[in-house]
Nanobody, 115 residues
Framework: QVQLVESGGGLVQPGGSLRLSCAAS????????MDWYRQAPGKQRELVAA???????DYADFAKGRFTISRDNAKNTVYLQMNSLKPEDTAVFHC?????????WGQGTQVTVSS
């Protein structure tokens, strides 16, 4: 079992920045990758960014150049730095831990981009 707790969401003006955190606990050695997803109201959940245990990263097209995923192994935490935020980035952001026995999800953190 892996437990995930996201934090860092909130209300930000267009053009602003936020850094989301996802702290993992439990059987963390089973994790081979961690992802950030988002789900806007009335829309399907979509992948934002991913990072493997080896540090390889991948981004959705809308995230490239604006968002950065990183990890701090000592803190068992994955981050999502989001810059140049747009109103269309408004969504609930979830992190997901990928393991050989299945995927684990956090409860999500709300990001609202509005003036």
């Amino acid at each position: 079992q892996v437990q995930l707790v996201e934090s860092g969401g909130g209300l930000v003006q267009p053009g602003g920045s936020l850094r989301l955190s996802c702290a993992a606990s439990g059987n963390i050695f089973s994790i081979y990758a961690m992802d950030w997803y988002r789900q806007a109201p009335g829309k399907q959940r979509e992948l934002v960014a991913a990072i493997t245990v080896g540090g390889s990263t991948d981004y959705a097209d809308f995230a490239k150049g604006r968002f950065t995923i990183s990890r701090d192994n000592a803190k068992n935490t994955v981050y999502l730095q989001m810059n140049s935020l747009k109103p269309e980035d408004t969504a609930v952001f979830h992190c997901c831990a990928r393991t050989l026995k299945g995927d684990y999800w956090g409860q999500g953190t709300q990001v609202t981009v509005s003036s």
